[in-house]
């Protein structure tokens, strides 16, 4: 097993040596790879500038936009993370793990300026954060990386592949919801934020703005974040959520979980997979006559989730840090404070985590056959922060959410148009309606719509067969993200909303599927043909099948309709391990010639 390169104090180191051509020279690099490497985010710039003006943005606001992004939140984000938890050792993972931290300290700014009627002042909250940088001696180090370990350049330009593919995504959201003033429909909830941005900027305590005098209870901190973004910048709050602030919150997303891979396996090249399966990969299909509900982590139509993920996706590297023993020093300090943040964020993200913290101190304590003191401050931290948070910011959308096992069953296809047939969208009890008295053959049903969703988001599901392999069985990293994936599912399907907004549970750890997939696809070895096979034909199958709708709208019809798929998703997987082995068993051919390269 390669060790994991886990960050302490230090910069990771990548187990797997850079190629000649990405081998770097000096401090930064050889010149060509200097020049190569800022290519490829001038094309990231490019493509988002290009998605903005496309979309009618105006040239001002684009502006005053990256001048608060990279001046207001990049910058003493990234020093502060630095003091915290040591440098990576490469500008761009700290600057992304930089700007998370910097929306940790913009929500801190904005609730001091909101609590004491000092907005025109909330703009220059990074002045004293600066200062203390430069005034400090011991603090001053920390403008500059001391020893740099730059990136192979074939991570840069596949994480800004990924990152053209977000902007790509975005613009044809952005395309849908033209600018005001402008004769358009938009969907409810992004007017409901826009009101909460408004709303934001006055002082506290805050209202519900559609009905004076009612305390506002709600997870409001991303309109917290685009309230601050419209008072720094002077832009209209409409303009901030309906345009500016999408792409570099998922960039922020982006680069943390690709550094967060590279932490975990101990290779560059996951960080580019995991990156690109959390954000850009979808459930399979393969044929499905539906889809099974939960696909992107990203939302246009919901900041929460998406504001959510840079947050919880920091937080959850401090907390694989601390389970596994290698303690984060003055990196303790982000756990309450991200803690917190991320129960404001989204209320279905700190759950998981928590559970998956949990199952990762009782593999340790087992091991260890002792307390693990660490994982159990840990533990306790985190619970102290979804009770301040609950607080704080329960009620809203989420007050209507309640126990109900298999609640997902009524907004899945399969079951609506036959058990679930007329159900409606009143709660009901601890079933769901219709599954109660649907006797044996109900509930067998029900479990096979279960297998076949199951079976479809199978590529965030396989990585928790790490636990299974003698090397990284013994993990606690393993044992946490796998916990927190197999709670948020376990969440998404022990719950009822009528929005199906349980969802979102999972939708806050499909990230973490991915980590485990990237993960168990670095242990294998050599690495690529595994990879390479199964995109081939996963692509090629996904695309080229048709799709099987039934035959009629009864369970016998349902159950031939995605029993089909899901054999598919079996015949797949069987046919990338069976080419896999043929590739890994020629030592003397491609495979073999890669790995000794």
Known sequence: MTEPAVLTQGPPVASDAPAPHDAPAGRGGPPARRVAAALAWATVLAALLAGWWWTGTPGGDVARYVAYWSLALVLPGTLVHRALRGSRGNLPEDLGYGAAVGLLLELAAWALATATGTQPALRWWPAPVLALFVAVPRLRRHWRIARPRPLPLRWTIAVAGVLVLVVAWAAVGWRANPLPPVDHVYYQDLLYHLGLVHELTRTMPFELPQLAGEPLRYHYLVDAHLASASMITGTAPATILLRLWLVPVAATAVVVTAGLARDLSGRWWAGPVAAATAYLGVSLSLGSAATASGTLPLSVESPSQTYLLPLLLLLTGVCADVV???????????????????????????????????????????????????????FAV????????????????????????????????????????????????????????????????????????????????????LLARRGTRGDPAAWLLAGALLAGAGGAWSFFHPSVSQLYFFMAVVPFGALLTAWLLAEARPWWPVVAVAATVGAAAQWLLDPLAPSERTRRAWLWAMAVPAGRVLLLAGVVALLAVVLLLRPQGIAGKVAHA
Request: no cysteine.
């Open 324 to 378: 596994r023993g290698r303690g984060p020093g003055w990196g303790w300090a982000l756990v309450p404070a991200a803690g917190l943040a991320v129960a404001g964020a989204k209320s279905s993200g700190l759950p998981p985590l928590i559970a998956g913290v949990a199952l990762a101190g009782v593999v340790v304590g087992r091991r260890a056959r002792r307390v693990p003191w660490a994982a159990v401050s840990l």
């Open 382 to 465: 985190l619970v102290a922060a979804m009770a301040v948070g609950y607080r704080l910011f329960a009620g809203g959308g989420a007050g209507v959410l309640s126990p109900q096992a298999f609640g997902v069953l009524r907004f899945l296809a399969p079951w609506r148009a036959t058990v679930g047939a007329g159900g409606g969208i009143a709660a009901g009890g601890l079933l769901p309606p219709g599954l109660a008295a649907a006797g044996a053959a109900g509930w067998l049903f029900a479990l096979a719509v279960l297998g076949w969703w199951l079976a479809l988001q199978a590529p965030r599901f396989v990585g928790v067969l």
